[in-house]
């Protein structure tokens, strides 16, 4: 099959990264009751990893899990090569949708962060994004789907979230140059933006701090703060044929907090 083409006699086949956890986690199994397969990756925590493949098996669909630091660009090139040995375990060369989800928080003042603080989120958050998907062009079908992961603090302003919302906002015009640059390939590229999120990312602040989640609640439309729930089926279904023709776009999912 020629790089880039679409093969319709193979199951949809998605590359997620960071989804042992939250919102790759939830996107994952989205992704499987939508009959779409997922290669995923996890950082460290192959048990957690296991029990989304089992999941994913409930769904009856497939996935696999690889294990892999998004900022350590330096095995990009030995993670591309388990990831077509990972495609032709699902019996496809090439995979349609990439969901760059892999990320950590970070919360300090500005004159307070470190030079090593802000090297650590440039490499995970901008620079694995950019050299990952590089390094995946060429197993991306044409006609596929990119999601990058921003946050809500590339719009509302948090004191203490400078650098991490800084390198989010970096992500969203990459990913508008993303969707030029690939657009003779006819695969769209979109940010989608979650608010915040009753997770266990930032050590769970917004899920296990109730002050915190009040206070999200009171600043959001919809009167709560968002789950997981909120944000995989969302990202499924943006990467389906029905927003075929959404691109270049930031998308907050919010419900609609501080407007």
Known sequence: MPAGSTDNAHPRIAVVTGGSRGLGR???INLARRGID???????????ADRVVAEVAEARRKAVALQLDTGDATSFDAFAERLRQALAE?????????????GTSHHNAIDQTTEEELDTLYRIHFKGVFLLTQKLLPLINDGGRIV?????LTRII??????YGSMKAAVEVLTRYMAKELGPR???????A????ATDFSGGMVRDNPDLNRRVSEATALGRAGV?????????ALLSDDNRWVNAQRIEVSGGMSI
């Open 194 to 197: 979650p608010g915040a999120i």
């Open 90 to 102: 699902l019996g496809a060369e090439h995979f349609d949708y990439l969901v760059n989800n892999a």
């Open 26 to 28: 939830n996107t994952v």
């Open 228 to 236: 997981p729930d909120d944000i995989g089926p969302m990202i499924a």
């Open 186 to 192: 006819r695969i769209a590229v979109n940010v989608v």
């Open 148 to 152: 990058n992961l921003s946050t809500g």
């Open 38 to 48: 997922s290669i995923f990756t996890y950082r460290s925590n192959r048990t957690e």
């Open 158 to 163: 948090v004191p203490g979230s400078a650098a």
